[in-house]
């Protein structure tokens, strides 16, 4: 049978029942918040959050068949208020008709509608005209009305694991779109999927095409990485491959090489890693190698990944690029986090020290009476806005110097400017005490 007369693999593969869907086990599972809305028979809206590839579609698909319901899909990437009017016209006739059925409407990408759009919704699940369901890819905390959230049960989806997506590859060989694959390639397969099931099946579907084509009865590994070519270059998020060209990435701005920074950077973004997620890593390049050497640097990181969240790819990775090179070419400093690892430790296997009396807040009159805040001198009352010789480590305990300043950008100024406190601390302790 030619497989040009036939569906897509991904719908002939979609489960008909809850029973046949692969993954979710922590919703859809026995006793489980979903599977029993299921079974209540009482559908109610809700958000399904996660990421693509995950079910989203088909959990609203099955929703629909479990409630013997009218099933209306909306994709607010492509659709607006006009389709908002056509599906509470198509409800209200679904509910006023002689069947009187209920009515699903699931909006795809939901967080891409604005605020107007969301709230269009609403009086229409308030009246029970519809069940509302969502999808998005994005924290809906952020990106869906908090009136339309509230109104709204949110079900977070899991990227499919390794052993879901076996699962996958396995009911594909059994509806015979592919013949026997080598157990290391499906592994590669399943890798590059990365938990997204809509990947693996179109992956799936062009190998089987490719298979018939040149008349093969299996898939090797070598075979597969010929004819997937560049895609093949995409690699496993979650794999050592990820690991180590992040850590090549974070040690070549460390090392202060633009040049190598730029070739990770891309690398990783050619290799399908998140845009957010390398501005994450590049936030914290700025709080770990740079610190206080150059304090624009986390501006410069906060900045990159704000207009990457506004601008998107492909366009919002030239901010990442900016960044990458200005970490790289900027003062080094792990002072700061070699202080605050020195003060982590020290509180761990360290007492729990009283605050001292004059550090302690009297706001009420009793405090004052038990001496709360007596003796404390308000630094801005005296020359150059610093009470020397005040202490304010716990009584009996010695400088411990977290704190460290390296000689190279800002910290050279910082360095000599602690100096010069301490010196002015050393003067006062040694003048004679005149009380």
Known sequence: MSTAAQPPLAERLRPRSLAEVIGQQHILGPGMPLRLAFES??????????????????????????????????????????????????????????????????VDEVHRFNKSQQDAFLPHVESGLFTFIGATTENPSFEVNSALLSRAAVYVLQPLSGEDLKQIVALAQSQQALPAIESIAIDRLVAYADGDARRLLNTLETLGMAAAQQQRTDITDAWLVQVLGQQMRRYDKGGEQFYDTISALHKSVRGSD??????????????????????????????????????????????????????????????????????????????????????????????????????????????????????????????????????????????????????????????????????????????????
């Open 258 to 435: 633009p040049d190598a920074a730029l070739y990770w950077l891309v690398r990783m973004l050619d290799g399908g890693a998140e845009p957010r997620y390398l501005a994450r890593r590049l936030v914290r390049m700025a709080s770990e190698d740079i610190g206080l050497a150059d304090p624009r640097a986390l501006r410069m990181a906060l900045d990159c990944t704000e207009v990457y969240e506004r601008l998107g790819s492909p366009e919002g990775e030239l901010a990442l690029a900016q960044c990458v090179v200005y970490l790289a070419v900027a003062p080094k400093s792990n002072a700061v986090y070699k202080a605050y690892n020195a003060a982590r430790a020290w509180v761990e296997q360290d007492g729990t020290r009283p605050v001292p009396m004059h550090l302690r807040n009297a706001p009420t009159q009793l405090m004052k009476t038990l001496d709360y805040g007596k003796g404390y001198r308000y630094a801005h009352d005296e020359e150059g806005g610093f009470a020397a010789g005040e202490r304010y480590l716990p009584d009996g305990m010695a400088d411990p110097g977290f704190y460290q300043p390296v000689r190279r950008g800002l910290e050279i100024k910082i360095a000599d400017k602690l100096e010069q406190l301490r010196q002015r601390n050393a003067a006062a302790d040694a003048a004679p005490d005149t009380d």
């Open 41 to 106: 028979g009482r559908p109610h809206s809700c958000i399904l959050w996660g990421p693509p590839g995950v079910g989203k579609t088909t959990i609203a698909r099955l929703m629909a068949g479990a409630f013997d319901a009218q099933f209306i899909s909306i994709s607010a990437v492509l659709g607006g208020v006009k389709d908002i009017r056509e599906a509470v016209q198509l409800a209200e006739n679904a509910r006023d008709g002689l069947m009187q059925q209920r009515t699903l409407v699931f």
